[in-house]
């Protein structure tokens, strides 16, 4: 593949080389319709298993192909709960390899939807400053701006000054974080992630995952992401407050018809 891995493009400074938001929407699009055919019209249904941007290649035309399949697990159509050995990356594995809950293809959906963040931000979900040594998580920032119909803008890679479709950016930041719930039941399957980003499908407002909230109560040193033109940091306790109220009251309905 002549434009390599996407994690070359997305997290490593190149002088007027920076994917622009088309690209990128593009590049999601193209992923989620490859996972729909693993998932769905492969004879047997295929887990990958190791989603991540590392493992996305690019075509000379920025199209991508899922690739390095070298955990990926064959499942027969009438087999959908088998997996029982973690397998995958830190940052995109879905909670139920850790809590020993069977595997199905949700579990993919996971990794495609903190992919999807990145693609937003245009950096790793969690970064160590090299100010302070302080982690920032991306993800629960990013899930409660999105909850509380927030500025999306102010989620986007500083690099795009600001130049996205606005409504692309508001189907991809909502679907993201319901890619990343915690229950696999509240998760959509790939094919209808295919159908919200072409605009077939409305995607409706989210609820904050509560393995982000947990994230951030067990990390105080945690502090989010904020928008570059503010200078100053978000405050985790205030923020995470505002989000789990605003999530107890969100409906978990994840779609409507356009």
Not at 65 to 74: M, Q
Not at 122 to 132: C, L, M, P, T, V
Not at 161 to 170: C, F, P, Q, T, Y
Request: charged share 25%.
């Amino acid at each position: 593949m002549p434009n390599g891995s996407l994690d070359s493009h997305l997290f490593h400074e190149k002088e007027g080389q920076v994917l622009d938001w088309k690209t990128r929407y593009k590049i999601s699009l193209g992923m989620a319709r490859g996972l729909t055919y693993l998932h769905e019209k492969c004879r047997d249904c295929i887990f990958h298993c190791d989603i991540k941007p590392e493992n996305i290649l690019l075509d000379h035309e920025f199209c991508p192909k899922v690739a390095d399949f070298g955990l990926a697990k064959l499942i027969g159509r009438e087999f959908s709960r088998v997996l029982t050995t973690m397998r995958g990356t830190r940052g995109y594995l879905a909670p139920e390899w850790i809590s020993g809950v069977a595997i199905t293809a949700k579990a993919d959906v996971y990794s495609y939807g903190m992919m999807l963040l990145e693609f937003v931000s245009g950096r790793r979900n969690s970064e160590q400053s090299d100010q302070d040594g302080k982690f920032k998580f991306f993800p629960t920032w990013a899930a409660s701006v999105v909850v509380q119909g927030g500025d999306l803008f102010s989620l986007l890679d500083h690099r795009l000054e600001k130049n996205a479709d606005e409504e692309e950016l508001r189907r991809i930041a909502r679907v993201a974080c319901w890619c990343i719930q915690d229950d696999e039941k509240h998760r959509p399957t790939m094919g209808q992630v295919v159908q919200i980003l072409e605009g077939v499908l409305e995607v409706n407002r989210p609820r904050v995952p509560r393995s982000l909230q947990a994230f951030v109560e067990n990390h105080e040193h945690i502090v989010f992401f904020t928008d570059s033109s503010s200078g100053q940091s978000s405050q985790p306790q205030s923020a995470h407050a505002t989000a789990s109220t605003r999530a107890s009251s969100t409906s978990s309905t994840m779609i409507s018809k356009s």
